[in-house]
């Protein structure tokens, strides 16, 4: 059974800067993409950053290019969101996923609060 563990969310201020961690378990790790996605209440859940298997390829949101960084450690089984430069508009529930055999899975979602 796919298992996706979130943390590293919390309280900041504007222009402060997070990292977010998300553990895997129960897939062979470095053979799946793996993504960071956002959501705000109303809203539909929104990519945020995507990174292959190898870590060779990534992809970002027009909204966070340039200020958040999506990596990986296979050897720990864990992908990393790192966000600089925050904005009150990137507050939202994160949610780590991967899609293995055509079924998406997600993490239980982490708060990132942006506000003064």
């Known amino acids: 059974q796919v298992q996706l563990v979130e943390s590293g969310g919390g309280l900041v201020q504007p222009g402060g800067s997070l990292r977010l961690s998300c553990t895997a378990s129960?897939?062979?790790?470095?053979?799946?993409?793996m993504s960071w996605y956002r959501q705000v209440p109303g809203k539909e859940r929104e990519l945020v950053a995507s990174i292959t298997g190898t870590g060779g390829s990534k992809n970002y949101a027009d909204s966070v290019k340039g200020r958040f960084t999506i990596s990986r450690d296979n050897a720990k089984n864990t992908v990393y969101l790192q966000m600089t430069s925050l904005k009150p508009e990137d507050t939202a529930v994160y949610y780590c996923?991967?899609?293995?055999?055509?079924?998406?899975?997600w993490g239980q979602g982490t708060q990132v609060t942006v506000s003064s």
């Open positions: 996923n991967t899609k293995v055999v055509f079924r998406n899975y």
């Open positions: 129960g897939l062979t790790f470095s053979t799946y993409a």
